[in-house]
Antibody
C-alpha cells in the first residue's frame, strides 16, 4: 500500500524559500501510471493546487504561483520536492503531497500534510 | 481557469438523512470531476472519481452523478462518520486543477 509523507521546516522567514519533500513508500515513484502533486490549504480555507510532476520530469504549475514554484523528482530516493520562493504570510498553510492517477487524474493517495508558517 | 461552485456551503443534517451536494463548473468538463471528503486535521480522502466511479473501499451509500457542467454527490443515509467537509475538483484542464469551496456537513 503506497504511503506518502511530507517533511520539511515548519517555520520559514518572509522572503525566503520554502522547501518540502514528499517521500513515497510501498511503491515506486517511477511508475508511469501516476503524477505527483502538491496541494495546500490555509487554515480554515479551501484547497489550492500548486503543481505536479511526472516521472519524466515534466511539470505543470498553477499560473498564480508559477513564477515562484519548482517541483522536482529524485527517483533514486523515491521522493519528490517542492520549492516556493519569496514567501510571505499568505503562503502559510498545510501542504499536502498526493498521487494522481493518469487515467481520470484523480488524487487517490495523500500524505498527512505538514504545516508551514511564514513568520519572522 | 475553470471555476467550481459548490452548493450549499454548509448543511445542517441528521443521521439517516439523504444528502445531496451540487457542484457546477464554469465550462464543460465532461466527466472529469472528483469528490473528496475531509475531516478536521486530516488530509482529503478520494470518494468518487470520473463523476460517478466509487473509489475502492468507500461505502456504497456514497454516489456521484453528472457530466458537462453539473454534478452531484449523494449520501443515501448519513452516518455519524460522514460529518465532514466535501470538495469537488475538476481534472479536465490543467493547469490549474481547481476545487470547489467546500460543503460542510454539520449535525442538526
Amino acid at each position: 500500500q503506497v504511503q506518502l509523507q511530507e517533511s520539511g521546516p515548519g517555520l520559514v522567514k518572509p522572503s525566503q524559500t520554502l522547501s518540502l519533500t514528499c517521500s513515497v513508500s510501498g511503491g515506486s515513484i517511477s511508475s508511469g501510471s501516476f503524477y505527483w502533486n502538491w496541494i495546500r490549504q490555509p487554515a480554515g480555507k479551501g484547497l489550492e493546487w500548486i503543481g505536479r510532476i511526472y516521472t519524466s520530469g515534466s511539470t505543470n504549475y498553477n499560473p498564480s504561483l508559477k513564477s515562484r514554484v519548482t517541483i522536482s523528482v529524485d527517483t533514486s530516493k523515491n521522493q519528490f520536492s517542492l520549492k516556493l520562493s519569496s514567501v510571505t504570510a499568505a503562503d502559510t498553510a498545510v501542504y499536502y503531497c498526493a498521487r494522481e492517477k493518469v487515467l481520470w487524474f484523480d488524487m487517490d493517495v495523500w500524505g498527512k500534510g505538514t504545516t508551514v508558517t511564514v513568520s519572522s | 481557469d475553470i471555476q467550481m461552485t459548490q452548493s450549499p456551503s454548509s448543511l445542517s443534517t441528521s443521521v439517516g438523512d439523504r444528502v445531496t451536494i451540487t457542484c457546477r463548473a464554469s465550462q464543460s468538463i465532461s466527466s472529469y470531476l472528483n469528490w473528496y471528503q475531509q475531516k478536521p486535521g486530516k488530509a482529503p480522502k478520494l470518494l468518487i472519481y470520473a463523476a460517478s466511479s466509487l473509489q475502492s473501499g468507500v461505502p456504497s451509500r456514497f454516489s456521484g452523478s453528472g457530466s458537462g457542467t453539473d454534478f452531484t454527490l449523494t449520501i443515501s443515509s448519513l452516518q455519524p462518520e460522514d460529518f465532514a467537509t466535501y470538495y469537488c475538483q475538476q481534472s479536465y484542464s490543467t493547469p490549474p486543477y481547481t476545487f470547489g469551496q467546500g460543503t460542510k456537513l454539520e449535525i442538526k
